[in-house]
T-cell receptor
Framework: DAGVTQSPTHLIKTRGQQVTLRCSPK?????VSWYQQALGQGPQFIFQ???????QRGNFPDRFSGHQFPNYSSELNVNALLLGDSALYLC???????????FGSGTQLSVL | GENVEQHPSTLSVQEGDSAVIKCTYS??????FPWYKQELGKGPQLIID?????GEKKDQRIAVTLNKTAKHFSLHITETQPEDSAVYFC???????????FGAGTQVVVTP
């Protein structure tokens, strides 16, 4: 049983570009959350998707958007990249309102 | 919103000794408190969790305690081993969905 898988593992972009990150949930999980983890800090909640709708959103600008597909996989899109967007982006999945969240290994995004 | 404070930021212990990490939270509505272990280059891994209707939970060498009145919870690792070296994060869930508010993390170093 595969766990939470994210792609790509690393990505380098320049300021102003757009990026798309992908997440496939653990088998049996239908809720997907995205977190941003800056170096030396704890993960910060970006948003959460359930039944293909955004259910909750953290304090992130509209440049951050997402999507959930019928197979429960998800994408995170970031437009007009800033240097400050450089971070590890983590996907966490769980069953419905379930408490236990399982994280992927993340996508390391570097904005130059 | 919920705010989680974690200390110490770094903890160095001798192999075989115990390690204790403490967290406080601000939102009395928080009802779920997980602990994650993050190794270099990996995503956070859930190691133990506790719900607000329980005061203590133990799993082998790891235990978590919760004091709802004081709004603080702690992670206890006994008989530490070198493989316990990692960054540990506490978190609190302020509502019924899976959104987690994380602490800033504790770097634990276990020296042989």
């Amino acid at each position: 049983d595969a766990g939470v898988t994210q792609s790509p593992t690393h990505l380098i972009k320049t300021r102003g570009q757009q990026v798309t990150l992908r997440c496939s949930p653990k088998s049996g999980h239908d809720t997907v959350s995205w977190y941003q983890q800056a170096l030396g800090q704890g993960p910060q909640f970006i948003f959460q998707y359930y039944e293909e709708e955004e259910r909750q959103r953290g304090n992130f600008p509209d440049r951050f958007s997402g999507h959930q597909f019928p197979n429960y996989s998800s994408e995170l899109n970031v437009n007009a990249l800033l240097l400050g967007d450089s971070a590890l982006y983590l996907c966490a999945t769980g069953p419905g309102h379930g408490e236990k969240l399982f994280f992927g290994s993340g996508t390391q995004l570097s904005v130059l | 919103g919920e705010n989680v404070e974690q200390h110490p930021s770094t903890l160095s212990v001798q192999e075989g000794d115990s390690a204790v990490i403490k967290c406080t939270y601000s939102d009395s509505a928080s009802n779920y408190f997980p602990w994650y272990k993050q190794e270099l280059g990996k995503g956070p891994q859930l190691i133990i969790d506790i719900r607000s209707n329980v005061g203590e939970k133990k799993d082998q060498r790891i235990a978590v305690t919760l004091n709802k009145t004081a709004k603080h919870f702690s992670l206890h690792i006994t008989e530490t081993q070198p493989e316990d070296s990692a960054v540990y994060f506490c978190a609190a869930r302020p509502d019924s969905w899976g959104k987690l508010q994380f602490g800033a993390g504790t770097q634990v170093v276990v020296t042989p």
